[in-house]
Structure formats: structure tokens, C-alpha cells
């Protein structure tokens, strides 16, 4: 615990709370406007402070009836995303889902997946089931990306080198 409570006001910058914090030698911060309104810790200005690892994943047209599945889809994109940047660099992830009726009361997904970054990548599919849907296009992005590096290993492999042709002579 701290001998004295230090206080910052609620409008202040970020940079003159954490002056504040290694001035002072402390970890904890009240803001103050008249009253106290919260507090910064030195943790919370270190964990903004750091580079995200996060792929942005934007997630458009779910209707409301789907919208408890956002956080379920948006987990399965951000883990391909940090599957499939270890083989190219991925800048954002898009997925857009729309809903049709087919027969009756039964409604099929489309979903539309962009991969953005060194090389872009598009995939549709379709399904009555929202996750298999998503299933299959994810699993696609990423054999078309594992196409892609195996043909531009080939091409590296093909430009430095001489090919020799090896033949013997029959008399």
C-alpha cells in the first residue's frame, strides 16, 4: 500500500500520468474530477503501451438471430490468421456473411472470407450450417495460401541455380 494517494485530473494525457507514476516512484494513479472517478495502474499503461499481436478480424452481416456466434467466429478467424501468418504476413482479415432463404423456414449461409496482406486471398462457400460454412472457407484460404508459398519456393529454387543435364554416350 501507498503512504499517499496521488491523483490525476480525468483530462490529463496519458504521458503526463506516467511522468506522474515514475516520478513518484508508484503503481497507482486516482483520476479526480471533484471526486474520484477510477484509477490507472502502471500494469494498464504498460499493456496499451505494447504492440498488438491481434489480427484485425472484421465480421459483417450477421443478422440479430446470429449475432451471439460474433465472438465464436471472430476466435476461429483469429486463430487462422495467426496459423497462416507464420507462412505470410496477414494485415487484416475480412468475413462477410449473408443469409438467404432457400425452402421454407431454411436459410443458407454465404460467406465471403478476404485474407489482406502480402499476398490476398478470396474464398466463398456455402452451407446451411453457419460454422461448417466457415469451416470450409477458412480451410480453403489456407490451401490456396500453401499453394502460393509452394510455388514461390519453386521459383526461388528455379532462378539461382544452373540445371546440369547428366547423359552418357553410347558408342
Partial sequence: MQDEIETIRENAFLADAVKKLIEKNLLLLVVYNGKPKGFIHGMDILRISLPSKEIPIEIVGLDREDKEHRDDLRAECQSFAKKMSKIFPIDSV???IKKTRKKGERHVYDLRLFVSG???VSV????W???KALHYVLSEAEREMLEEKTREKGKKRRMGKKRTVSYTHLT
Wanted: aromatic fraction near 8%; charged fraction near 40%.
Fill in 94 to 96: 475480412k468475413l462477410t
Fill in 118 to 120: 502480402k499476398k490476398r
Fill in 124 to 127: 466463398t462457400a456455402s452451407d
Fill in 129 to 131: 450450417n453457419l460454422f
